[in-house]
């Protein structure tokens, strides 16, 4: 089983949809999740940044993680054509080496008007 | 805020050329760096990790003869591919982090490619 699993798409939803984007891991040690969003020929940006269980809400994104199930998932509200791109899930273990992030392989979505 | 610049964005040059590649946070000072190579269609997948004043550590598989990575101060890393061959053709970015607990910001990356 791979540390993170996410599922890489396409996903194509008309503009103004809500987006829902998943990653499930199998390592309990994580501890800090993040979401990044790569344009085409970009780096990645950082979306959203959690520490532990719980949401967060950022304008048109909110961020879930529910460490239980060891789960986590990025909802993008009213979405536009913009947000058309790869976007990364990304997490790790508290202590240690930042080196150590594990990166989803990232899931394709794409906005039509 | 948080903000990686790096340079150049592009580079197409012959095989045998040794290749610099800039790496600066502009508005934070970054205790560590990490350099990634991306494949197409892939997730990133990191290379080394620097830290300013010591030496880079490279994760398995990584040639640090191949690769030199300087980090000398708190806002510059830099990536060196030494006798850049066709096989190094790739999207390598760097990413850096300000403090232990804190997220690490990407550049917008370099794409190479040898002839």
């Known amino acids: 089983q791979k540390e993170v699993e996410q599922d890489p798409g396409p996903l194509s939803v008309p503009e103004g949809a809500i987006v829902s984007l998943n990653c499930t891991y199998s390592n309990s040690a994580f501890q800090y999740f993040m979401w990044y969003r790569q344009y085409s020929r970009k780096g990645p940006e950082l979306l959203m940044y959690t520490y532990s269980s719980g949401n967060k809400e950022d304008g048109r994104f909110t961020a879930q993680v529910d460490k239980s199930s060891k789960y986590i998932s990025l909802f993008i509200r009213d979405s536009q054509p913009s947000d058309s791109a790869t976007y990364l899930c990304a997490m790790r273990s508290s202590g240690g080496s930042q080196g150590n992030l594990i990166f989803g392989k990232g899931t394709k979505l794409s906005v039509k008007p | 805020g948080a903000v990686v610049s790096q340079h150049p964005s592009r580079v197409i040059c012959k095989s045998g050329t040794s290749v610099k590649i800039e790496c600066r946070s502009l508005d934070f000072q970054a205790t560590t760096m990490f350099w990634y190579r991306q494949f197409p269609k892939k997730s990133l997948m990191l290379m080394a990790t620097s830290n300013e004043g010591s030496k880079a550590t490279y994760e398995q598989g990584v040639e640090k003869d191949k690769f030199l990575i300087n980090h000398a101060s708190l806002t510059l890393s830099t990536l060196t591919v030494t006798s850049a061959h066709p096989e190094d053709s790739s999207f390598y970015i760097c990413?850096?982090?300000?403090?232990?607990?804190?997220?690490?910001?990407f550049g917008d990356g370099t794409r190479l490619s040898i002839l």
């Open positions: 990413s850096a982090s300000f403090a232990g607990d804190q997220p690490q910001h």
